[in-house]
């Protein structure tokens, strides 16, 4: 009932210990705070928040126009409704060197497990895009600095993201990502990597855990988890999967709407009104205290599609 009964502390320290090179942790993204309740349901591993997501869900595009207070406060919401650790996307951390380092504490009073910051021009845009422009590494570095020191909590991970292969070339990439490690970086991000070659020299390269990014429509292939893990990479996020398919069901249900007069044909696709009441656990505020919260809850077949829609 309610949120989380694993503190925040609980949390970090258990994405410090399940991120391993070679395991390929798998980090679904989450579109709202009911979505990590479903990806813990699942049985992953933990919650990817993307700044993606979080600037599309505003009707906003991925080129930095969310702002520090946005972010904590939707990631907060979000990470607080699972008891699985919860990694954020903080872009290129919301300003200057001391405004990265508020960033790494607000993101730590929201109750998030770790985040990355990545070394982009501000306004930055789409890692699987063309045109992007990074910083100089002397600033980068300064960034991951500040974090690394700002942070109250020794195990809030830190993770250096680097969009230098787009522009640089693979040699590049893997030579800030060692300056970053060294400046304080506790596991990289290599954005927008060709093949599983690239991701096996980066996680060669570090001593640190590599995350991978498996978005759709992007610039790496969709490699399997077992295929990640067998070069290396340590973490597997998938961070706008969920929003599109929601989405995408949700304009394929309008469509129909707008033409039949009627949602009926999608109606077997939906979640049943039982799924939903179990995934935000009507029958534990039952229970909390039947005087008040005085409903029924229908026990029918949660899958069924049937009745109780």
Known sequence: MLYSTTTPEQKRAALREMLVPGTARQFPGAFNPLSARLIEEKGFDGVYISGAVLANDLGLPDIGLTTLTEV?????????????????????????????????????????????????????????????????????????????????????????????????????????????????????????????????????????PVLANMTEFGKSDLFTRQQLADVGVAMVIYPVTLLRSAMGEAERVLDALAADGTQESRVDSMLTRARLYELVDYEAYNRFDTGIFNFQVPDLDIHSNNANL
């Open 72 to 208: 904590a406060t939707r990631a907060g919401q979000i990470a607080r409704m699972t008891d699985l650790p919860s990694l954020v996307d903080a872009d290129t951390g919301f300003g200057e060197p001391m405004n990265v380092a508020r960033s790494i504490q607000e993101l730590e009073h929201a109750g998030l497990a770790g985040c990355h910051i990545e070394d982009q021009f501000n306004p930055k845009r789409c890692g699987h895009l063309d045109g992007k422009n990074v910083v100089d590494l002397d600033t980068m570095v300064k960034r991951i600095a500040a974090a690394a020191d700002a942070r109250r909590d020794s195990n809030f991970l830190i993770m250096a993201r680097t969009d230098v292969r787009a522009v640089e070339g693979l040699d590049a990439a893997i030579n800030r990502a060692k300056a970053l490690v060294d400046a304080g970086a506790d596991a990289i991000f290599p954005e927008a990597m060709k093949d599983l070659s690239e991701f096996e020299a980066v996680c060669k390269a570090v001593d640190v």
